[in-house]
């Protein structure tokens, strides 16, 4: 069974990059029958989708963040990760990694979410 | 871009009642919806997809209906547990876009 854990720091400064990873277990990244995804929810809010990358290395981001999105893997860790440049207060908010099985479509397993918190 | 929407915003519901959950989509997604069970302090938890297929280990009270634009999530008598909020989400698109509704709250009454 998948299982994916987020990591990075919990506090970053406004117009900084931040930077998460996600470590997946279980299964291998480079696999065709997954992708993988980032999400976020502010705090008391709903979700959002920011973007998500296929085992091809394509990725595929939100229209509304793409200017400042990066999602990369990193197959020999079997981790994919999480850049958002320029932050702001904004961007606060509880972000999750996320697998879709291809066969169903939907983000099937998540990581157990980290804060992050854009402050000076 | 495809707007979700759900209705009500909030669903004041007893033990063992029905509970009946709507969204709609500004455009079509065919049966390319799915719902989400999220409580305080936990990752979303994936019930539904493919608009009425339940995901591995849901139990057979919650139901999913509806294609094109229109969605329904039922539950059909609620359990404590099920007091959570609910969202939906489509992933029609080409190239890849989820798009998540804003969520119903399902609560005590």
């Known amino acids: 069974q998948l299982q994916l854990q987020e990591s990075g720091p919990g506090l970053v400064k406004p117009s900084e990059t931040l930077s998460l990873t996600c470590t997946v277990s279980?299964?291998?990244?480079?696999?065709?029958?997954?992708?993988w995804g980032w999400i976020r929810q502010p705090p008391g809010k709903g979700l959002e989708w920011i973007g998500s990358?296929?085992?091809?290395?394509?990725?595929y981001y939100n229209p509304s963040l793409k200017s400042r999105v990066t999602i990369s893997v990193d197959t020999s860790k079997n981790q994919f990760s999480l850049k958002l440049s320029s932050v702001t207060a904004a961007d606060t908010a509880v972000y999750y990694c996320?697998?879709?099985?291809?066969?169903?479509?939907?983000?099937?397993?998540w990581g157990q979410g980290t804060m992050v918190t854009v402050s000076s | 871009e495809i707007v979700m929407t759900q209705s009500p915003a909030t669903l004041s519901v007893s033990p063992g009642e029905r509970a009946t959950l709507s969204c709609r989509a500004s455009q079509s997604v065919s049966s390319n919806l799915a719902w989400y069970q999220q409580k305080p302090g936990q990752a979303p938890r994936l019930l539904i997809y493919g608009a009425s297929t339940r995901a591995t280990g849901i139990p057979a009270r919650f139901s999913g209906s509806g294609s094109g634009t229109e969605f329904t999530l039922t539950i059909s008598s609620l359990q404590s547990e099920d007091f959570a909020v609910y969202y939906c989400q489509q992933y029609n698109n080409w190239p890849p876009r989820f798009t998540f509704g804003p969520g119903t709250k399902v609560d005590i009454k």
């Open positions: 279980g299964g291998s990244i480079s696999s065709s029958s997954y992708y």
């Open positions: 996320g697998v879709v099985v291809a066969a169903i479509g939907a983000f099937d397993i």
């Open positions: 990358i296929y085992y091809s290395g394509s990725t």
